[in-house]
Every structure is written in C-alpha cells, then in structure tokens.
C-alpha cells in the first residue's frame, strides 16, 4: 500500500493510524454512551441502529479526514461536509459533539481561501480539461469527482493525486475499522 | 585531430554551458539550460579553426546553412541562439536550430534524451564537406554527447554511431542508438543532394533565415508565453521531465534552476505552440498519476488505458467506501466493550498487528471486480445487514 518512491508517498502511515484510532475511538465511546443513555427497548430497534450507524461512519469519516488534516483538498472537503452536515442535525449541540481534532472554529474561511486559491491555479489548465471532461473519459472522470470528497472542484490531473491519497486513506480506514470490529466483537 | 579531441573532451565537460564555448568568446555559452552537460560539440570544434575567427565561419557556413535550412524544422524551441548571433553569426545559429530539430525527434521523455540524436549526427561528419557537417551537426544541449571527432568518411558512420551512443549514455537518458541511425540515414539521403548547388540555395537560403529567425523569435516569444504559464513548482515529478532549455544568456542560465520552472522543448513534428507544450505537460503528469493509481488499486498491473483504469478506480473507491460504511454498521451493532481499555486497544494490535484473525484477511488480492470487494469481512454477520439495511433505508423515511 505505500510506496516510499513516490511524490505521492507524502502518506506517513503511522502517524495516521494513531491519529484515526484515537479519534475514532474517542468517537465511539461516546457514542456508546449516548447508546447506553437509551432505553433497553429501543436501544437495538432498526431506528436506533441506523442512527448510531449514520454517526459512527461520520465519526471514521471525521477521525480519519482530521488524522490527515487539512492539507489535503480530499479531507478539508470532507470534513467541511461533515461539519455541515453535523450543524444540520444537531443545531446548537454540534461544537460540543464535534469528534476530537475537528473543533477548528472559524477555518471555514480557510477552506474557501484555500479552494478559492487552488481553483485559480487550475483555471490555466482548463484548456486541456475541456479536452478531457469532453472525451470520452469526462464522465468517468466526473464520477470520479462524486466519489472522492472535494472532487468537484479539481481539474483532472489534481483530481487523480487526490484520489491516490484518498485510497490509501480509505484503505487504512477500512484495516484499521476492521481490527476495532473484531477486537470489539471478540 | 587531437587538439579536436581534446576539445572535445572539454565540451564534455562543461555542464551547463552553451555549446558555443567552442565558437568560444561570442557565443554565449549560457545558452544551455542547466541539464545541459557537456556538449560535445565535435563538430563545431571541426569547424573551428584554431583560431576560432570569423573567416572559417564565413567561408563554411554557407553550404551548412543551405544544407540546414532545407531540413525540417518540427519547430524546435531552439532560439535563444539567435540574440547571441549576430551576422556573423547568423549561419551557425540557424546550423543550430536545425541541429536542434533534427536532434529533438529523437527526443524521448525524459527529453535529456534528445542529446541522443546529436550522436548520429555527428557520426555524419564523414566527408570534410561541411555538407555532410550539416546533417549531423548535433547541436549543444546534448549531454554528454561523447567525442565523436569527425569520422572521415561516411562509411564509418554507423561505427561512430555506436560509439557515440555508448559514450553519450553517462550524460543523459539516451535512446539507443538504433533510433539514432535512422535519422540519421535520412540526413544521410539528403545532405548529399545539397553539396553541389549551393549558389541557388543561398536564395533559398535567405528567406530561410528569415524563417529560422522568425520561428526562433517565435520560439522565444513561446518561452516567454510558456515561463509565466508553466511555473510550477515541480519538485521530483517535474524534474524528470525537464528537458534542456536554451536559457537567453547566462543570467537567465543561472537563474532558471532556482525557478522551478518545466522546461520542454518541442519535439520533432510537433506544434512548438505553448499551448500544445504545455497540454503535453499536463497529459504527461495525469498519466504519471494514472501509474500511480495503478499500483494502489489492486488487480491493475495488467489493465492498459485511462478508461479502464478508471472504471477500476471508481469500483476499489465505491468499495472501500462501502465496506467503510458495513464497518461501521457492525460497530454500531456490537455491544460497547470498547469502554474499556483504550489504551490498551491503541497501544496494542491495533496500530501494529499484521497477523491476528482469518477474518481480517477476507478481503484478499487479486480483486478484480466490486463484488470481490465486500464479501471478505462478512462471513458473520452476513445474514443480518443486507436484510436490515433495506429496512433502515425505508424507515427514516417512515418516520421523518
């Protein structure tokens, strides 16, 4: 999974895997918490579990994009999603429920500094975009773009480095998930 | 011959200077841009004199520019040459631009390789007719074009090619020499068709270089359009490609390498237009990253092409996601002993085991569709999600 020879190889695993394992489990204690603050009955009822499944993938979602951090365009989109996404379920209650690392208030301006400045970089590359969102690959392209966090916003060439790094994030997400599970479930 | 040779030793040399240091005092010598190592100007050592004065240049470039000039161009980005020439001059620049062109088709990525195609020019030396000079003038960018000398004849010229080929491999990335022979040869054909009617090409000659001058102008108008447009900060992935650049004088020279900008030169037959360069730039940096995907996705070492690599990308990227997203519904589902111990979970397996379950390793390589992708982790609890999920899908709908 990571290759030490390449640019793309900016991925210092370790520090990642601590980082998303702390967050996440941090996130799932409380959580579990809030479960427990449930009644008996409706604790395992489908609603419920839906529920609590909608918040423990945003928690991995958020633990992992904070482990990385804001330098790459793939985790500041996401954890702006979540944050809004939070906001809107949870109103006033959101700053005190953030998960660990992601109470930066006030970065919104940030972001958009920062996508504001990567767009204009890209635009002198639009001319051979245009080729490429035209071709035949412009809507795999663009389902690319759904699929990666942020992925609108980028022209094709920054889109695959994002994709590259989300991978090997997601992949990490997904090992180190698996391991919480079965250590949980054991 | 070995006061040549021994010039040619110092062209090898000499990084980074012009491939003028042989025409010496008047050539700039920072027209090599700074990958630029050791140009073995054999030839231009043969055309310079020991005295290295005009009257050589004057007498001899005539049938070189003629010779030059009927070449084509493939509108290399060679330039800057012109503001050190000045009349005098003038020949030995369009020499080079041609030398340039004929050397650039040769040019494979990294273009450090288009040094590669002064070698079998220079093996075209053969005969002492500048003529032949002409064709396999290769011109000064090359890296370690090794000494050539000047073949005496012809015949020896696949010879010295090897040769050559064999000495310029410690400069730069050189093609084999096998492509370079084949330019070569086509020189070959043609440079003897320009030995004799040199008078009539001097008219040709003259719009040529006005061509050549324009085409260098545009050149370097293109260089101007293309430094503001390529600046980039290119760290390891740029410096692979940067290409030779004749920066316009030493300052430049020095200069251009603290910038960080893409040089790229144009090959041969294809458009110098900036636009064309830089979207070459560009196709060449997203099918880098496409490798690179290449090796992350598993399954994919065999799958040539964007558009199947890019379905591959969107099926591993959905399926990470899912299994994401089963993950954390098991999580959910599961009963909380994660209250306990934390630290014992971090400081444990967690971070650091490689072994440990079966069910670990469900997901094994070799994926080769999204189907492959889930089914590892589930052999427990299989039976339960896919049936519940639907229902949670329906039932915040239900209840909102």
Redo the contacts between chains.
Sequence with gaps: MMNPQRLSLSFSSTSYKYRFVQGFIRALKRINRQKLATSLLSRSSPTEIYKRYLKVKSAADASMASAVGLRRAWSRALLQRIRDQERINFGNKYYKYCPAGTRIRGKSTTFTMIRNIKRSSDDRNCKDQESINNGALGWKANELRKLVPGGEAMDMCNLLDETAHYIKCLATQVKLMKRIADFASA | MSGQENENVGFQQSRSEGFLNCPSSRMATNTMPEKASGVTMSSLSMFKPPTGSDPFFASGWDPLVSLSQTENFGGSSMVTQGEFCNPPYNNPVVLESQGMSSTSHLVQYPSDSSFAEMVPKLSCFGSGSFSDMVGSFGLPQCAGIASTGCPPNYPPNSETTSTVGGQSQDGCQISDGGIGSSPNEKRRKRVPDFNSPLSPDKNAEGEQVQQKDSSISDVRKEQDEKKP?IEENS???ARNKQTGKQAKDSADSGETPKENYIHVRARRGQATNS?SL??RV??E??SE??R??Q???PGCNKITG??VM??E??N???S??Q???F?????????????ID?ER??SK???N?RG??G??FG?GPGIGSSQHYPPG?FQ?TMPSIPN?AP??AS??QA?S
């Design positions: 447009k760290s390891g992935n636009h830089a979207e560009r196709r940096k997203i990253r496409m690179l995907l090796e992350l996705v964007k558009a890019l379905d990308i969107i591993y990227v959905q990470l996601q299994q994401v997203e993950l954390s519904m098991k999580l959910a589902t599961v009963n909380p002993e994660l209250n934390i979970l971090l397996d967690i971070l085991s440990g379950n069910a670990l997901l982790i427990g519940t229902q949670f039932l915040p209840s």
